[in-house]
C-alpha cells in the first residue's frame, strides 16, 4: 500500500511530525554512479521555506544512504534513504487535536483506522513527497544514462495561464514559472491570497524528451495510465491530462490524429503514447492541483464527538503548493518511467538470447 | 501486465480478431449470487451495432462461464468468463496490414514487440473492454450487497456540454446523454461526424453513491489515484477529472474546501475522497475522450518500411466510441471499490479479533 | 492468489467438474516460436489413464490456444489456453456430497468459504495441474532459446529408492523410473497397494541444466525458495529439498562446502543456487509427495453436520500421484526459471543502455 | 524483491557492514500494542555474541521505530524500524576482498551484479535476518491478539537427533534445544566442531498453535507452499517439511491419511494444512539448515581473475547457524501466518456486509 512501481519500486515512510520520513528504492540496475550531491539538490528544490512564497516551516531535508550503495555504485541491492525531520512543532496543532480541518485527510483517516496523529498532517502530510523526490532523484539518473531528460514548471497559477512555455526559465524561476510574462502576475495572486489568509491553485507541466518507443504495458500497466496513477496521487492533484488532455476532446479526429511522417510524428497530440506505449514523442503531462486546504480563515467543521465548531488554523503553511509541488510530478514521472524502461526488457524473445548467449 | 487490482484481479486476454476475448476474475467472495443475466444485460449495454450511433460491426457478446460458479453462488475460486468471437472479418484490414493507423497503437506495438497483428486493433482494440465490463458486472453484484450504486453517462459531445444531469435519463437513451436537452444537439453532432467521415470525442461522468468512508489505501494505492489509473488506461482516454478536478485549480481555498457540518459535508468539490480515501460523499469522476481515431478520410502515415503512404480507412468503426465507452467507465469504477472494499477489511486490529474469535 | 510467478505469471481457473479448467500465461516475449504439438504433447504426459499405474479416468486433455498467438509467434499479449472437461461423472461423487474425506481439502474448503463444490475435488483436486503443464510447456520453449533443459523422474517410490539416475531411462518409463533396476519393484509396491484398495507416496528429482549464472532475486524472491514454494504448492506434496537438502545437514562445513576452481566447482552439493542465485551448476530439487489420500479402504470421518461417519470411497483415483506429478514438476521449474530470467535482465546498468542506445 | 508477503508486506534493507540494516513494515492494522520491549527481546534471542556456541562478533541490535506509531498503537501506517550496525570490522575481509568464498554467495552476486561488496556478506549476510525479526516480533503481537502463539527450537544438530520435544526448554536453553536429554551432545558436536574449524548443521522445528482454520490462499499462495519459500529464504536453509514431511513419503494413504472426527483430526501427520490451507491443527515446519560455510579451515577457490587460490578464512563466525537461526523461523512464521489472517478477511461475502453495513 505504500510501495510504488512494480520492477523498480519505491516504499516509502514516516509522518511529518514524526522521528524521520524515508524510503527504500528496489530494483536499481548495479553498476549506476550514486551522485549524492544531485540527490541533496533535487531535495532542495522542494524543502519548504526557501522564498515568502512557501511556507515558513524550515527543514533542512538532508538525505542520508543507508544502504544499496558501495564505493560510490548502486549494488543491486535495496537503496534505503532517510530525512531525520527537525523542525517538527507538535504544539501547533494542539487547537487542532480533536477537530476535522477541511480539504485534509484528518477525517477519512480518522475514521478509517479509528485514531488520529493529530501533529499536522500525519502520514498524509506533503512532507511525504521528500521521499518520492530523493527516490526519484535516482531514477532520473538511471534515465539519464539512456538518453532521457525530465522538466516541469507551472503553466497556471489562480487561473492565470502560461502562453509560452520555457523550460530553462522555470528552473531559475522562484514560482517555476513556465511563462516569464506571466510569472509577475502569478507571483502576485500567490501573495494576494497569502494576505487573504486564502491559497490558490495551478497546473503543472511536466515532460520527458529522449523517451525510446515502447515503454509501457498493455493493457493495465499503460504507460499514460500509470502517469495519471502517479501524478493523481500526489497531494491536492485533482486532474491530470496526457497530450492535448481535455483540449482533444474537442477536436475531429481528423485533427486529433497526428499524422506519421518518414521523419516522425507531423504533430503531438497524443502527448507520446500510442495505445498506452511511448511512441518516441516528448512525453507531456499536466497535472491539477487544488488550492492548499490549509488556510487562515474561520472555517466550519465539527470535532470527533460531530459537534459544530468554527476552526482557526495556526501554524505554516503555503499559500500554493503548486509551486513546490513541480519537483513532486517530476520525480514520479521519473520513478514511472525507469520502471517501465525496466519492464520492458524481456519484451522480445531476441533480448532474451542476447543477454543469455549460450557458449 | 494484464491484470489490474490487488486484491480482487481481473485478467484479460484475447485479441479483436482472434478466437476468442475472456478474462479471470480472482478474489470475489463466496457465496455472492452470480446473476448470470445481469452480465449478459451489462455487456448488451457495451456490445457494437445497437443504433446508428455505432460501428456497424456486430457482435452477439455471449458469455460464457467456465469456473468459479457452482450452483449459483461464487465459490470463492476464480471465475474465468469466455465472449467467442463471431463477426470478425479480418479481410477489411487487408489493405492496412503494413500501415500505421494515425492515432492507434499499430505504430507502438510493431517497435515494442517487433512484430505486427494487422487483423483490427488486435490487442489494443476496443473489443477487449468487453472483458472489463464482464469482470465489473461481478463488481457491481458485489458492490450491490455493501450498498454501492454506480451510474455513468455522457456530460459532452463534440464540445456540447450537458447542463442538466440526469442518471435516469442515460440510462435510456441511445447516446447515454445526461441532459435530455442537449441529447439532439450532440446526436446530430456524432451523425454529421459521421456523414464527413469524421470522428466527434466527449467526456463521461461516472458516479458511485453509497460508498463507506474508509476506502482507498494511503499512499500508494489511493482511491483516486487508481481510479485515475482505471479510467485513462481505457481505450481513447486522454483526460481524468475527479470531483471538481479542473474548476478546482480556478477556486481560492475557502471557495474550494468543502465545510464540514454535523450532517455531512455542506459541498462535495472534492469528489467524495480526502487524502486518496473516499469521506463517504458520492465519487464523482470525469473521463475524457478523444475522437475515435479510425476516421475514412484519407491520412498521411508510413508502412513498415518508412516509406510515405495515404491510408484509406475501411471497415466499420464508432465516430463516438464515447458512448459505448459510458459502461466500461463503470465496470471500472466497480472493479475499483471492490477491491479497495476487500483491501480495507483488515484496517483495525478490533476487526481482525471480530473475525477470529477465540473460544 | 491463483496467480503465480512475477514477470511472467500463470493465472489458472477451472474445477475437476466444471466446463474447462484453463490458464493465461502473461509476459512471454513476443517471438517465440509456440509449437502447439509440444504443448499438447506434455499435456498427453501428464493426462491420466494412459497406464494400470494410474487412474481410470481418461482425459483427452486437448488444449486449446485462446489468444496471444499469430501465425505461429507469441505476440507478447497474453497467452490463453483452455481445456475443456469431458469425463466428468459428478455422479461418482453423489455419497461423499456432505462428508469430508480424510487427506482432501474438502473439509477446509468447507470451512474456508462456506460451501462445497462436492464435485470432485473442485478446485483443489489435481486435475487443475494441467493447467500448469500447458504454461510450462511454453516456459520451457522459452528457456530452450537459452540452452536451458530440464528433466525429471521417480528417485523413490513406496520407500525403495533409486540408487542409479538416469533421465533418459525415465522419460520412456510407465512409472517415470529412474533407476532402471528399481523399476519393477517400485511398480509393484504401486499395484500391490492399488489391490489394497491403498495407495503409495514417493519422490520426484527434477533438474535443469545449462542455467546461467544469475537467476534469482534476493532477498525475497530467491531462486531456491521459490522452487521451494512451486514444488511444495503441488498437490500432495510434503518436502521439498534443494541439493542435498536433508542430507547436507548431516555433513560438516568442510565436507558440505563445494570448492571452486578455475573449471567451476568441484561438487554440487549446493543443488545449483548459493544465496538463492543460480551459480551456473545443475538445479536439483527433490519433491516428496505423501500417498494419494483417495483410497478405496473405509474410513473415518464426520459430516457437515459433524457427525461421525464411515466412509467408503467409489470413483476413479491414482495410487500413486507421484508418477503424474514428475511432469509438473518440470512445469513449476520451467515456469520459476524462466521468470526469474526475465526478471534478472535489468540487474546490470549496462544492459539498460544495451537496449536502450542513444543515437 | 526485497519485500516479502502480500497484505502484510516487510520489505528490508541493509549490509552486514554498511551504516544500517532495516525493515518497513506495511498493512499492520492500526490499533494494535507495539510493545517495543517485546520486539527488543525477540532481536536479543537473535543476537550473535551471548555464549560460546556462537560467533564472537558482538552486536548490540537495538532497533528503533521511526515511524507508524503514535502514542504506543500502530496507526495503520507503514512502521520503519532500523538498526544501526556498531561492530563491523570490514578489515577482518581484507584478505577475501579479491576471492570467492566456497559456500557463499559471493561467486553468485559477484557475477550476477558486476561488482563485490567485499565486506562480509555484504546483502548476503545473515545480519539481515535481524530485520525479519524485527518484523516478525510486530507480526506476533497481531497473531497473539487472534490466539496464535509460534514456538520453535532444535529437534537436530550434526545429526543427533530429539526424541522428546519440549518448547518450554528450548526456551530456556543456550542451544535453543528441544531434547534436554540430547542437549548435552548436541552442544558438543557443536563444540568439537569449533575447536576443528569446522562447523556442524541442524533442523529446526517451528510450530504454530491456535491457528484458526481457513489461513491459506489457493492455488498460487497456499499455507504450506508460502512457508516453504519463507523458510528456505532463511541463509543457509536446504530443505523443508511440512508435518510428517518426509516420512509421510514412507506411508501408506490409509495410515497417512488422518482421520477426521467430531472432537477434531484423529492424528496430525499433515500438520494442519489440506489442500494449502489451514485445517485448526497445529501448524509444523521442520527447516533443515546446511554447516555454515564460513569455516576455518584451509579451503580451494578462486580469485576474481579465475585462478586458484586457498583461502584462509578469518573473522568470527558461528559453528551452528542453526541455533540463532531458530527465532528467524519463527518470523518467518509469524510473517506468513498474519498475511494470511488479512488476506483470508474477505473471503466470504457475509464478512463483507457485516464490515460494511448499510443504515
Redesign the interface.
Known amino acids: 500500500?505504500?510501495?510504488?512501481g512494480k520492477?523498480l519500486?519505491?516504499?516509502?515512510?514516516?509522518?511529518s511530525h514524526?522521528?524521520?520520513?524515508?524510503c527504500?528504492l528496489?530494483?536499481v540496475?548495479?553498476?549506476?554512479k550514486i551522485d549524492e550531491a544531485f540527490i541533496q539538490s533535487e531535495l532542495d528544490r522542494r524543502k519548504p521555506g526557501k522564498t515568502k512564497l512557501e511556507t515558513g516551516r524550515k527543514e533542512d531535508d538532508k538525505v542520508?544512504?543507508?544502504?544499496?550503495v558501495?564505493e560510490g555504485?548502486?549494488?543491486?541491492?535495496?537503496?534505503?534513504m532517510?530525512i531525520f525531520n527537525t523542525n517538527q512543532k507538535s504544539k501547533d496543532y494542539d487547537n487542532v487535536k480533536d477537530l476535522?480541518r477541511?480539504?485534509?485527510?484528518d477525517?477519512?483517516?480518522f475514521?478509517?483506522?479509528?485514531?488520529r496523529?493529530y501533529?499536522g498532517g500525519?502520514?498524509?502530510s506533503a512532507r511525504?513527497t521528500a521521499a518520492r523526490v530523493a527516490g526519484g532523484a535516482i531514477a532520473k539518473l538511471?534515465l539519464k544514462?539512456?538518453?532521457i531528460t525530465i522538466q516541469s514548471g507551472l503553466c497556471?497559477v489562480?487561473?492565470i495561464k502560461a502562453e509560452t512555455i520555457d523550460f530553462e526559465h522555470a528552473k531559475n524561476s522562484k514560482l517555476c514559472a513556465l511563462d516569464p510574462h506571466k510569472e509577475k502576475a502569478q507571483e502576485e495572486a500567490v501573495l494576494n491570497?497569502k494576505e487573504?489568509h486564502?491559497?490558490?491553485?495551478?497546473?503543472v507541466l511536466t515532460r520527458a524528451t529522449?523517451v525510446?518507443?515502447?515503454l509501457?504495458?498493455?493493457?493495465?500497466?499503460?504507460l499514460?495510465?500509470?502517469?495519471?496513477?502517479?501524478?493523481?496521487?500526489i497531494?491536492a492533484?485533482?486532474?491530470?491530462?496526457?497530450?492535448?488532455?481535455?483540449a482533444?476532446?474537442?477536436?475531429?479526429?481528423?485533427?486529433?490524429?497526428?499524422?506519421?511522417?518518414?521523419q516522425g510524428f507531423?504533430s503531438n497530440?497524443?502527448?507520446g503514447?500510442?495505445?498506452?506505449?511511448?511512441?518516441?514523442n516528448t512525453i507531456i503531462v499536466k497535472t491539477?492541483?487544488?488550492?492548499?486546504?490549509?488556510?487562515f480563515?474561520p472555517?466550519?467543521?465539527?470535532d470527533k464527538a460531530?459537534?459544530?465548531v468554527t476552526l482557526e488554523l495556526k501554524g505554516r503553511h503555503d499559500p500554493c503548493v503548486v509551486i513546490r509541488g513541480a519537483v513532486v510530478t517530476e520525480a514520479m514521472m521519473a520513478l514511472v518511467l525507469a520502471d517501465m524502461?525496466?519492464?520492458?526488457?524481456?519484451?522480445?524473445?531476441?533480448?532474451?538470447?542476447a543477454?543469455?548467449p549460450?557458449n
Chains 1, 2, 3, 4 share one sequence.
Open positions: 500500500m505504500n510501495t510504488f520492477r519500486t519505491l516504499t516509502t515512510f514516516g509522518e514524526g522521528k524521520a520520513i524515508g527504500i528496489d530494483g540496475p548495479a553498476g549506476l542520508e544512504i543507508l544502504s544499496g558501495f555504485l548502486s549494488t543491486g541491492t535495496p537503496i534505503a532517510v476535522f477541511p480539504g485534509h485527510a477525517f477519512t483517516y475514521h478509517k483506522y479509528g485514531l496523529d501533529r500525519g502520514r498524509s511525504e538511471m544514462e539512456i538518453g497556471e489562480d487561473g491570497a487573504a486564502d491559497s490558490v491553485g495551478g497546473v529522449g525510446p518507443i515502447g509501457g504495458e498493455p493493457l493495465y500497466y499503460k499514460d495510465a500509470v502517469l495519471a496513477e502517479a501524478m493523481m496521487g497531494n492533484a485533482k486532474a491530470v491530462e496526457i497530450g492535448d488532455g481535455v482533444s476532446t474537442h477536436l475531429k479526429g481528423s485533427q486529433n490524429n497526428d499524422a506519421i511522417t518518414p507531423a497530440h497524443a502527448g503514447t500510442l495505445g498506452g506505449i511511448s511512441n518516441g491539477h492541483f487544488k488550492p492548499t486546504p490549509s488556510i480563515q472555517q466550519q467543521t465539527i460531530g459537534n459544530p524502461a525496466l519492464l520492458n526488457m524481456g519484451r522480445k524473445i531476441d533480448h532474451l538470447k543477454l543469455y549460450q
